[in-house]
Structure formats: C-alpha cells, structure tokens
C-alpha cells in the first residue's frame, strides 16, 4: 500500500503535483496556523481548495508541513529536486530538499536577457538538471516578451539551432 493510500483510508485528503503530494486530515487539524503563517499564499483557510501548491517550491512546503504540531499535514517528496525561478537574484536555481544545488544565471535589459553561466554540482550531473534550469529561464522570458542571448556554453549549445527555442533567440 503506498502512502498516498494508506493516509487516505485514514481520512486524508490528497494535494499533488510532480513535485509533492500533501495529506491532510480535517479531524486532526487544530487550526493552530503554523501552515498559513508558514505561507499563506500555500495555506489559505478561506479559498477552496485551501491549498495551492502552485505557489510556493515542494521544498518549501514541506519544511512549512514538518512545523505542523498536529500532523494534520504530511508529505512526500516525489521529485526531491526543485526548480525555481528566482528573478530577484537573476537565476533559475535548482534545490534538493532546500540545498542549491544548481544554477542558470542570466543578465536582464529591457528587451533581451543575455544567458551567462549554467551550473550544476558534480554529484547532480548527467540527470537533467541543467536543461531544466535553462528551460525555467526560457519560460520566464517567454513570459516577459523577452528575447534570449545564450554565452554560457552549455545554454548555447541547447538552444542553438533548435526551432522550438526560436521565438526566444
């Protein structure tokens, strides 16, 4: 029996998405509000559904949910490995279990951004990481209208020559 079942026998509801599935059990929670003090963006008793893992990395939310005193929350993990987009710092940034693990940096004007270093731990090499990250930068200009100039060697390499990364270049 997975966990998703085994929970959900016992009266859990299911929350999910690629990277988390979230238990929680309406008779066991105390309504104490560690969750939507955590996040309220995540945790937000008036919307339905209340929870909205669209809004916060699995990472985060998990460490949210390990603060529930009454373990009315659970989770688990089904991707460890987050990427999040972070324009504040000028990088997509890939977390495992809340550790950097890589990144896609990127310098921003107006109308182009220019692609300018893509990294990845050695231990975290060969799985994809990188490509996802780059994807992740990709998806935000696309977002903004923005165009893309790929230096780093390994975005050029990807995007080169490539028709569904046109629109971008």
């Known amino acids: 029996m997975t966990k998703k079942e085994e929970l959900e026998a016992q009266g859990f509801k299911t929350y999910e998405n690629e990277d988390i599935q979230v238990f929680w059990n309406p008779k066991l929670c105390q309504h104490i509000g560690a969750c939507v003090r955590g996040n309220g963006k995540v945790f937000d008793v008036i919307r339905r559904p209340w929870v909205d893992l669209s809004q916060a990395p699995a990472s985060e939310i998990a460490d949210i949910i390990d603060r529930?005193?009454?373990k009315a929350l659970q989770y688990e993990l089904l991707n460890p490995?987050?990427?999040v987009f972070e324009e504040a710092l000028d990088r997509a940034a890939a977390y495992d279990?809340?550790?950097q693990i890589?990144?896609?940096?990127?310098?921003?004007s107006e109308k182009m951004w220019i692609i300018s270093h893509t990294g990845v731990e050695p231990a975290y090499e060969?799985?994809?990481i990188?490509?996802?990250l780059v994807l992740k930068v990709i998806e935000a200009a696309r977002a903004k209208g923005v165009k893309i100039r790929?230096?780093?060697s390994y975005a050029k390499k990807m995007m080169s020559g490539k028709?569904?990364?046109q629109d971008v270049m």
């Open 68 to 70: 529930c005193p009454s």
């Open 81 to 83: 490995i987050s990427i």
């Open 97 to 99: 279990r809340g550790k």
């Open 102 to 108: 890589g990144e896609c940096e990127y310098s921003p």
């Open 126 to 128: 060969g799985k994809g």
């Open 130 to 132: 990188a490509r996802k």
């Open 150 to 152: 790929p230096l780093c």
């Open 163 to 165: 028709e569904e990364f």
